[in-house]
């Protein structure tokens, strides 16, 4: 059930992208940043303490095609039951990067502060953080027992940190 969730989320992202380039937005290849993957922003330790658990993984995806200058990579990590966390990293190109921006001002921003250039929640229920930083996009959700907010805030800080 969730994994069907995190798909349609990241196919949401994808279609906005295809959507802004059927509209002739322009897609300049994005300034490549050091972290060129989802794994590289989201450790095993990080997962598990944001879980609480012992984690397995990762399973990942990198140089996910989404059109031309951009690309998605995701990383994984699973404890017990459906107890997941989950992140996309999608590079974009600045046009893609300001209609995310514009998308998320009408998101929910409470206690994001600080969080990349602009974070939101995905929905009230904080099971999946969203955050541009320059043009990156990463997407964190996120399943576990109790309230995941704070949990998942400090994976997102953990992520954009490693994120230079």
């Given amino acids: 059930m969730h994994r069907t969730t995190y798909s349609a989320r990241l196919v949401t992202v994808t279609t906005i992208i295809a959507a802004a380039l059927s509209l002739g937005v322009a897609v300049a290849r994005a300034a490549t940043p050091t972290a060129s993957d989802a794994c590289s922003l989201l450790t095993k330790e990080n997962a598990a303490a944001a879980l609480g658990e012992t984690v397995k993984g990762p399973e990942s995806k990198s140089g996910l095609p989404m059109g031309p200058g951009t690309t998605a ?17 999608i590079h974009m190109s600045p046009d893609i990067a ?7 001002a009408k998101k929910g921003k409470e206690g994001l502060a600080g969080l990349g250039d602009m974070a939101c929640w995905y929905n009230e229920k904080h099971e999946e953080l969203q955050a541009i930083k320059g043009v990156m996009f990463i997407s964190i959700q996120m399943t576990r027992s109790g309230n995941p907010t704070e949990a998942i805030k400090a994976v997102m ?4 940190d490693r994120l230079r």
């Fill in 73 to 89: 990579s995701f990383c994984e990590y699973t404890g017990s039951g459906f107890h997941k966390v989950h992140l996309n990293l």
């Fill in 98 to 104: 300001t209609m995310y921006k514009a998308m998320c």
């Fill in 157 to 160: 800080k953990n992520a954009l």
